[in-house]
């Protein structure tokens, strides 16, 4: 089942869809259904990325030895362990 609707387009969008069409043999309409398509798959296809919120409060969540420290000191420290 097809459903005829009607978009307003910028004309020069109109136009380069049209050459493009054009070039590869097909059809303005295919080439639109074609990109629908893949922006509905795309957005389907997998969630969005979320990242979990690990954030803390104040200096009462580090340990006492690290509370006021500046961070520039607690960056130098904490690659010094790692090495």
Do not use: C, H, Y
Request: glycine share 4%; charged share 25%.
């Amino acid at each position: 089942m097809t459903m005829k609707t009607t978009f307003d387009l910028p004309e020069p969008l109109v136009k380069e869809v049209k050459q493009l069409a054009r070039e590869r043999g097909t059809t303005s309409r295919a080439l639109v259904q074609q990109a629908l398509r893949r922006l509905v798959d795309e957005a389907s296809a997998a969630p969005a990325f979320r990242l979990e919120d690990v954030s803390v409060t104040g200096w009462a969540s580090m340990t006492p030895e690290a509370q006021g420290v500046p961070l520039a000191e607690l960056i130098r420290l904490s690659s010094r362990e790692q090495n």
